[in-house]
């Protein structure tokens, strides 16, 4: 007999819950509500992303432009970032994701309630690292990437995932790209 596999969203046979992977917070579970969209990367995504990352983020600071469940905005900060902004504009995403950070102790996490589109406009910062993980189908991705390099060091690179395949545009090149079911995922970099 085939053993019933899990749901998407499920982690130890709990629904809503997302497993960090690697780092200081390494099987942590962290709680997230139910959103329109709202797909956490899966773990062998991510061990893969972070594998092309390799491992530790010593010191880098990242941007989580829809942050949802916050797994990848978690799992910087778990590997060694010394700041991760969580940008999410849902109010039970914005709590749960207060829940998590408090619950890991994790004081490196900035998270900001409001629309990534807007955010991203109004910013002046750069980051080492941005994850694009839009709600799923949502078509926000392909919004954001033609703004993303101002918003880049020297360098940096930026993680998309989306329903289509990613084409890189002016001012990034496309390093490794991957799919997993549905979903094409690449890590791209400022040129």
Same mark, same amino acid.
């Given at each position: 007999m085939l053993a019933k596999?899990?749901?998407?969203?499920?982690? %130890?046979?709990?629904?809503?819950?997302?497993? @960090? @992977?690697?780092? =200081?917070?390494? #099987? #942590?579970?962290?709680?997230?509500?139910?959103?329109d969209g709202l797909r956490p990367t899966p773990d062998r995504v991510r061990e893969t992303l972070f594998n092309w990352l390799g491992q530790d983020l010593p010191g880098w600071t990242c941007l989580d432009l829809f942050a949802g469940?916050?797994?990848?905005?978690?799992? !910087?900060?778990? +590997?060694?970032?010394?700041?991760?902004?969580? *940008?999410?504009? /849902?109010?039970?995403? @914005?709590?749960?994701?207060?829940?998590? +950070?408090?619950?890991?102790?994790a004081s490196q996490l900035d998270i900001l309630r409001a629309d990534a589109l807007a955010w991203l406009a109004t910013n002046r910062e750069t980051f /080492?690292? *941005?994850?694009? /993980?839009?709600?799923? /189908?949502?078509?926000?991705?392909v919004a954001v990437l033609p703004e993303l390099a101002p918003h880049l060091t020297s360098g940096g690179q930026a993680y998309i995932e989306q329903a289509t395949p990613v084409v890189a545009p002016p001012g990034? *090149? *496309? =390093? +490794?790209?991957?799919? !997993?079911?549905?979903? %094409?995922? !690449?890590?791209?970099?400022?040129e």
């Open positions: 596999r899990a749901a998407p969203n499920r982690a %130890h046979g709990v629904a809503n819950r997302v497993r @960090i @992977i690697g780092g =200081q917070y390494r #099987r #942590r579970l962290l709680d997230f509500p139910d959103a469940s916050g797994a990848l905005g978690f799992e !910087a900060a778990s +590997r060694g970032a010394a700041r991760v902004v969580m *940008i999410e504009r /849902d109010a039970k995403a @914005i709590r749960a994701l207060e829940a998590n +950070r408090a619950t890991l102790g /080492d690292l *941005i994850f694009i /993980d839009p709600p799923f /189908d949502s078509g926000l991705a990034l *090149i *496309i =390093q +490794r790209s991957g799919r !997993a079911g549905r979903s %094409h995922f !690449a890590l791209l970099q400022k």
